[in-house]
């Protein structure tokens, strides 16, 4: 559902899903589509990211995963072409919009 919803629409698409139907607006369909043959992310690439997301650095990423700066740059380096993202704080706004992470 999108927040933009207007009142009766929402109303009714609660019904429906009390009622155990399915409901998918076309746009939200069409986002999904969008990404389903998406890279998925592995659980590490989850952890980096989401200590990307606090502003850290790569040697500040590093140390709590037990890891190199040189693994953390391979890591990055993945997250950026899976989520197709220009730089790091566009792959943290990507992961968010996706819900691979939050804050």
Do not use: F
Not at 38 to 47: G, H, K, N, Q, V
Not at 70 to 76: D, I, L, P
């Amino acid at each position: 559902m999108l927040k933009r919803l207007l009142r009766k629409e929402l109303l009714e698409t609660i019904r429906a899903v009390h009622a155990g139907q399915k409901r998918l607006l076309p746009e939200v369909a069409t986002e999904l589509a969008e990404h389903a043959t998406d890279d998925a992310l592995s659980e590490r690439e989850i952890e980096v990211l989401r200590l990307i997301s606090g502003g850290n650095a790569n040697k500040e990423i590093a140390a709590p995963l037990s890891i190199t700066e040189e693994t953390v740059k391979g890591h990055v380096k993945n997250i950026l072409a899976k989520l197709d993202a220009n730089d790091r704080t566009h792959a943290v706004t990507i992961g968010l919009k996706r819900g691979i992470i939050d804050l």
